[in-house]
């Protein structure tokens, strides 16, 4: 067996918390992450067969039935991850129609996965449907975007337009725009449903007062995606104060949705 310290997808793991942290968007164990990751990718590196714990989920998921998840762990502090991978990280493969994550590597400490796993878990389910390339699910507190749920509507349509026009690439790299959830209580099977069906429609999840979710096919392009969002809410929350005296125009979206070849979520430009 080859070292899993190497594997191209621990090392990408590491650096993305890392990196993450180090843009401040994950204090103390904010944030978490799950990567999916196909039997190809793993069996160089362990042997399925090996469990070596059984760890309940609390909730079904049957569409994932088999399927391996790098997760960051609950309780843990990203800033902390390139030091001790097998404290901080777990690789789990879910059986029992996703009762049951058989922990094949990590989380050498006795800990678990992410409190957040059934946000995670039924995300991937949901996105698995509409993009069966999307492997990461990414959660954080980005200090713009969370701020900017205290001051500006939450209407989805609404907070999205504003996004739109703060920076004039937003539409080409989320055209679906953002979803938003008001605030519920995190950490539970009710905030991963409701987070799901949010992921039907976009790849960005706001979590009102708390932080956001996104999805995506890699950890680089899920880590783009947040990043690209909470540079437009940066720039509202230096400007909203501010006499407005320019903007995007939709005729100027609309030039963006050809040159790039993208098409905004039906209805929300004009
Ligand atoms: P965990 O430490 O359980 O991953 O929780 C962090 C968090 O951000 C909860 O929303
Ligand atoms: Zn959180």
Request: net charge negative; hydrophobic share 40%.
């Amino acid at each position: 067996m080859k070292n899993i310290l190497e594997a191209p997808f621990l090392i990408e793991m590491v650096r993305t918390t890392t990196n993450m942290y180090a843009h401040g968007w994950d204090e103390r164990n904010g944030g978490n992450i799950s990567l999916l990751l196909s039997e190809e990718e793993v069996k160089d590196y362990l042997d399925p067969g090996t469990v070596l714990r059984e760890i309940s989920t609390g909730f079904e998921a049957p569409e994932l039935e088999g399927k391996c998840f790098l997760v960051t762990g609950t309780g843990k502090y990203f800033k902390n991850v390139q030091y001790a991978p097998e404290v901080n990280l777990g690789l789990v493969k879910l059986t029992d129609g996703g009762k049951t994550a058989q922990l094949l590597w990590g989380f050498s400490d006795g800990g678990k996965f992410t409190s957040e796993f059934p946000a995670h878990m039924m995300s991937h389910a949901t996105r698995l449907k509409v993009d069966p390339q999307n492997r990461v699910v990414m959660h954080c507190h980005p200090a713009n975007l969370l701020a900017m749920t205290y001051v500006h509507d939450l209407d989805e349509k609404v907070f999205t337009r504003t996004l739109w026009q703060m920076c004039t690439e937003c539409i080409v790299v989320f055209p679906d725009g953002v979803n938003v959830l008001p605030w519920m209580l995190c950490g539970t099977n009710e905030i991963g449903i409701a987070t799901a069906e949010k992921m039907k429609t976009a790849r960005l999840v706001v979590w009102a007062q708390h932080g956001i979710y996104g999805a995506g096919k890699d950890l680089d392009e899920t880590f783009g995606l947040i990043e690209t969002a909470e540079k437009a809410a940066e720039i509202y929350m230096k400007i909203a104060h501010l006499p407005l005296k320019n903007t995007i125009s939709d005729e100027q979206m609309h030039l963006l949705e050809e040159r790039f070849g993208v098409k905004a979520r039906g209805g929300w430009l004009d």
